[in-house]
């Protein structure tokens, strides 16, 4: 069989007009007349808010526009949790909650107006470490409980697997939060036209989800207004949740007038999402052989003041939170835990890329613990043909030991022994 793309280099559908510098990023975009925001943000991790005063800020010259909760027609978004407040009411939750946005003139302008904005805060304290968050007598963040969902996975008896070892294994680990640095910044205008639709441009890859929430948060038909994105430079995950959009539609509503926002690399760290801190435990009971009998998994994921896709990201990490091997008996409990830290979000691999650190790194410890070459243990213990995951899912499995004795080729490495490259030639 003959393939016309697999095995060929093909050009991206937009690289001339990337190389020519034709091609038109959120940034690039500019109207007559139009306003540029800035948010006031919280200088606080967890507060009530007493009184927002945004009176001396409006009369700053060349201010047009100021926005807060109270014109936010609903005020909480969130996928799976309607957690979220476009802007902070009640109190805030993590430094980064914006509590008003204005449109000025200029930008210059718009920071002046920032430092005119009065807040009074009633400080609270905060919890930073999602164990301490766990504890009963933990500051809440949200409700009653800081714990935001518990997942659980059960695959066969892992007590009885572990009472018939020859060893146990048992680490922690961790993985830190990662920030997204994506080249462009995140970036939205909004504008209303002649015939009164709202027109939203944002730097997305995930319109239609955008939508879904804008429509709900602006109390506004999807028929009423439309989504545009423009050329993407960068994302890998960090512009798959709603930040700015909402802010820029509003005041564009408000003013009449084009607004259009663009987040400093300050703002991408402070208040756009960043990868979940995990941490995490796993005890694993073998045979002296290798044979893998047990294995029990918990997971902790610091999710931030509010979930967004942190629900979704935690699923996919405990799902495949045992790896790719062969294990009788599988226990896995997750827990998706508030915190007064930064929100965390969608980021390359979502999620798994934490578990695939810790049990791989375990693998690693359980193989050192038995005296056996890493590489030869993973080829008798990886997924066949066929694989079975603890969830009962069927993987056809075949290509991940040719993939291992491939790398291991490249990497000029057969083991300890040289059984891996014997039994490949």
């Not at 967890?46 to 009184?51: G, K, N, R, T």
């Not at 967004?308 to 935690?314: E, R, S």
């Not at 508030?338 to 375990?362: D, K, L």
Request: hydrophobic share 40%; proline share 5%; charged share 25%.
């Amino acid at each position: 069989m003959s393939y016309h793309i697999i095995g060929k280099r093909i050009p991206r559908h937009d690289a001339e007009q990337q190389v020519t510098g034709k091609i038109i990023y959120g940034e690039d975009l500019y109207r007559p007349g139009m306003l540029h925001a800035k948010a006031l943000y919280s200088e606080h991790s967890h507060a009530e808010i007493l009184s927002i005063d945004t009176t001396q800020a409006e009369k700053l010259a060349g201010v047009r526009g100021i926005i807060t909760h109270k014109d936010v027609p609903v005020n909480r978004y969130g996928l799976s949790h309607k957690d979220q407040p476009v802007l902070a009411d009640d109190k805030v939750r993590v430094k980064g909650d914006a509590l008003a946005v204005v449109a000025a003139d200029t930008l210059e302008i718009a920071k002046k107006a920032l430092k005119l904005i009065k807040v009074e805060y009633k400080p609270l304290k905060p919890v930073l470490d999602p164990v301490a968050a766990m504890a009963e007598d933990a500051p809440l963040v949200h409700g009653d409980s800081n714990i935001a969902a518990h997942i659980k996975i059960r695959s066969g008896d892992v007590e009885a697997g572990f009472a018939q070892s020859d060893l146990i294994i048992e680490e922690n680990f961790y993985t830190p939060k990662n920030e997204h640095c994506h080249i462009e910044p995140h970036v939205a205008l909004a504008e209303v036209e002649n015939d009164g639709k709202l027109v939203i441009w944002t730097s997305t890859s995930r319109p239609f989800s955008f939508s879904t929430q804008l429509t709900r948060i602006l109390k506004l038909p999807m028929n009423k207004y439309q989504m545009k994105t423009p050329a993407v430079g960068g994302g890998f995950g960090g512009k798959n949740e709603v930040t700015l959009e909402p802010w820029v539609a509003l005041l564009a509503m408000k003013t009449k007038r084009p607004v259009r926002m663009v987040f400093t690399r300050e703002e991408e760290f402070e208040v756009s999402t960043l990868r979940h801190p995990y941490l995490m435990k796993y005890k694993t009971g073998v045979k002296k052989d290798g044979t893998l009998l047990a294995r029990e998994i918990r997971l902790i994921s610091d999710n931030g003041a509010y979930v967004g896709l942190g629900n979704q990201t935690l699923t996919k990490a405990a799902v495949h939170a045992a790896g790719p091997y062969k294990i009788a008996n599988v226990k896995t409990d997750a827990f998706l835990v508030y915190t007064n830290a930064a929100v965390g979000g969608a980021m390359r691999g979502f999620g798994v890329p934490q578990v695939c650190f810790a049990y791989e790194s375990h693998t690693d410890s359980i193989a050192e613990k038995l005296g056996l070459d890493p590489l030869e243990y993973r080829l008798r213990t990886l997924y066949g043909d066929i694989g079975t995951m603890p969830t009962g899912q069927m993987l056809q499995s075949k290509p991940l030991i040719q993939s291992l004795r491939r790398a291991a080729e490249l990497a000029d490495y057969c083991g300890k022994g040289g059984d891996a490259c014997e039994e490949e030639r």
